[in-house]
C-alpha cells in the first residue's frame, strides 16, 4: 500500500526539522493541515508503528529512520519492500520503502551483520511455500522475510526471490543445464505448477536475492490490532470517502 499523503508530508518535515519540540498543532502548520492535531497524532503513531519515525531515547528528539544499526536504540532497522507473491507471479513488490523493522543484532547471524545493507525485508503472500524449510521454518501468508540482495547468482535449493516481467515472487530454485533452463518450484501442501525459464528467456527475469530468514508475527496480533480501528476513525473525525479507504485498509 502507498504511503498516506499526510505520512509523506510529515516524513519531509522530519527531514528538516526535530519534531519532538513542537506542538501537534504546530506540526499541523507546517505541513499544510492546520486545525487537525488528532489526525497529526495518528499518522505520526504510525509512521513509528512502521519504524519510519524513530524517538530518542530521552525523548528529545524524533527523525526519520535509516537502514542500519542505531547504536543508540541498540536495533538495526531494515527497510520493508512491500509484498511478494508465493502462488502465482502475480503481486508487484512495490518501489519504495513502506517501512522499517527492527530487530535486535542476535536475530541475525553474524556473517549478515557485517551486511546489513544488503538486507532488506518482504512480506509474504499466499501459502505456496508453507513446505519451505528455512532455518526450519516455513514460509506462511504474512510471514517477513529477510532477503540478502547481494546473493543474486543462486545455486540448486535456495530459496529466491525472482522478478517475472516486473512481478515479485518467492519460490526455490534450480538450474537444469541439460535443457537450459531455470526451474521456480514451490513447496506447498496445495499444488502449484512450478515455473519454466529458457535460457533465452533470461532477460525477462531478475534475482532480487536469497530468503535468509522468516521472521513470523505472533497469531493474534490482526485481532489486538483491529480491535481499535473503531475509536480510531472515530477520534479522526469528519474525512472523505478516500481517507475513509486508506484507514480501514491499514
Not at 544499526?69 to 518501489?95: R, T, V
Request: net charge neutral; charged share 25%; aromatic share 8%.
Amino acid at each position: 500500500m502507498a504511503i498516506h499523503k499526510t505520512q509523506t508530508k510529515l516524513l519531509e518535515l522530519a527531514e528538516k526539522q526535530n519534531l519532538a519540540g513542537l506542538t501537534l498543532r504546530k506540526i499541523g502548520e507546517l505541513i499544510g493541515e492546520p486545525n487537525s492535531p488528532q489526525k497529526i497524532k495518528h499518522h505520526l503513531n504510525k509512521l513509528f508503528e512502521k519504524g519510519l519515525l524513530v524517538n530518542s531515547l530521552d525523548n528529545k528528539k524524533i527523525s526519520k529512520t535509516s537502514t542500519g544499526f542505531n547504536s543508540e536504540m541498540k536495533l538495526i532497522s531494515l527497510p520493508i519492500y512491500g509484498s511478494a507473491n508465493c502462488g502465482q507471479a502475480l503481486e508487484l513488490a512495490d518501489d519504495k520503502i513502506q517501512g522499517y523493522l527492527k530487530i535486535s543484532p542476535s536475530i541475525l547471524k553474524e556473517k549478515f551483520r557485517k551486511k546489513i545493507k544488503d538486507l532488506y525485508i518482504l512480506k509474504a503472500i499466499g501459502y505456496s511455500m508453507n513446505r519451505a524449510n528455512i532455518n526450519n521454518n516455513n514460509i506462511e501468508h504474512g510471514d517477513y522475510l529477510i532477503i540478502d540482495k547481494s546473493q543474486n547468482v543462486p545455486e540448486d535449493n535456495d530459496y529466491v526471490v525472482s522478478v517475472i516481467d516486473g512481478a515479485a515472487n518467492i519460490k526455490k530454485f534450480y538450474s537444469d543445464k541439460k535443457n537450459q533452463r531455470i526451474i521456480l518450484k514451490s513447496e506447498s501442501t496445495n499444488d502449484f505448477a512450478p515455473i519454466y525459464i529458457h535460457a533465452n528467456d533470461l532477460e525477462q527475469y531478475a534475482i532480487c536475492g536469497k530468503v535468509i530468514d522468516v521472521l513470523k508475527e505472533p497469531e493474534d496480533f490482526n485481532d489486538w490490532q483491529d480491535a481499535g480501528l473503531s475509536d480510531t476513525l472515530k477520534a479522526l473525525g469528519p474525512m472523505s470517502d478516500e481517507e475513509h479507504n486508506y484507514y480501514m485498509n491499514l
